[in-house]
């Protein structure tokens, strides 16, 4: 699927460790500003896999923030190590 790039890779290291399930609200400091419309769009994506994986969530409106983040191609493993090597740089606080 494809996404609108993330704001940065501190938001979505503390996104993807904060919230075992996302919402809108989430969703837009992840991406940024995006409409109801493209939210609806992602979550439906997500709410398939979840189907999938048989993993539920506790909410109506929110998704598994492991398997959204799967569905959106965002590697927090790969994250993480980009962020190292940017505190290693000097240019992440």
Do not use: C
């Not at 398939?48 to 909410?59: F, G, P, Y």
Request: hydrophobic letters at 35%; a positive charge; aromatic letters at 8%.
């Amino acid at each position: 699927m494809k996404v609108k790039p993330i704001t940065s890779i501190d938001t979505a290291l503390r996104i993807y460790y904060s919230y075992p399930e996302i919402g809108n609200s989430e969703m837009r400091e992840l991406f940024g500003s995006i409409g109801n419309s493209t939210a609806a769009k992602y979550k439906e994506a997500v709410k398939q896999e979840q189907v999938n994986q048989n993993v539920k969530t506790m909410q109506y409106h929110t998704v598994n923030t492991r398997v959204a983040y799967q569905v959106w191609g965002i590697d927090v493993d790969d994250l993480e190590k980009r962020r190292k090597h940017l505190k290693r740089l000097g240019l992440a606080g």
